[in-house]
């Protein structure tokens, strides 16, 4: 049945831990819950991929979907709930691709990622510096948030970057590009920080200590 229809007042649905688990697909009917807070359905057998259609439900809070064994990526549209949503729970399943770099828009919200198959790529910077999230559980991955990227971005912050004469590939572009390719950062072949070179280059404010 349409649950969305008969009850679209529902604010919170909790199936989370059935005891045979819930199986197939989440069902679509679910993001027609506009007025949902709370959507709980970690704990069963879900598959399938988590549709864009999450974008849509402006007043959610809370969303766990953890040990279960959905696929795909996750869809990028749960930005759009930057200021509603708090706590996002997606460990444990079989989520692949690149985590989307709106994720780290969440104000305030604790991401929660661990055990899945992501790319073997960076996570976006936000995420790992925590400038907008409350909380990352993979922020202590070295893998995905690397310690010289953390240390770059407080050295950034402190001395003013966004004043630089010349900024190429650092803050504000895209979270992804590698900090080896951050203007004046020279790495070697394991991506370690070897020079740092931002001669004349308009620095003010005070040098972190990250460096």
């Known amino acids: ?59 959610l809070e809370v969303l766990k979907l953890s040990s279960n064994s959905l696929s795909g ?30 994720l780290g828009q969440l104000q305030g919200a604790s991401v929660i990622l661990e055990g899945n198959l992501f790319d073997n790529k960076t996570a976006p910077l936000s995420l790992c510096v925590l400038s907008s999230v409350e909380a990352f559980d993979l922020a202590n991955d070295t893998s995905l948030c690397p310690p010289e990227r953390n240390a770059l971005n407080d050295i950034y912050d402190s001395a003013k970057g966004a004043e630089w004469t010349d900024r190429t590939n650092w803050l504000g572009g895209d979270e992804y590009t590698s900090y080896c390719d951050w203007k004046g ?10 020079e740092l070179n931002l001669a004349n280059n308009g620095l003010s404010g005070r040098l972190s200590k990250s460096i």
Do not use: H
Not at 7 to 30: A, F, K
Not at 31 to 57: S, V
Not at 185 to 193: M, Q
């Open 1 to 59: 049945p349409d649950f969305a229809v008969s009850i679209s007042s529902l604010q919170e649905l909790d199936m989370s831990n059935q005891t045979n688990g819930l199986t197939g697909s989440i069902p679509e009917n679910l993001w027609g819950f506009q007025y949902l807070k709370i959507m709980n359905l970690a704990g069963n057998k879900l598959a399938g991929t988590i549709p864009p259609m999450i974008g849509d439900m402006t007043m």
């Open 73 to 102: 990526q996750i869809p990028f549209q749960i930005g759009q709930l930057e200021g509603t949503l708090k706590r996002l729970g997606l460990a444990d399943n079989g989520l692949t691709g690149m985590i989307p770099s709106q």
């Open 185 to 194: 950062v020279t790495c070697n072949e394991k991506s370690r920080v070897t």
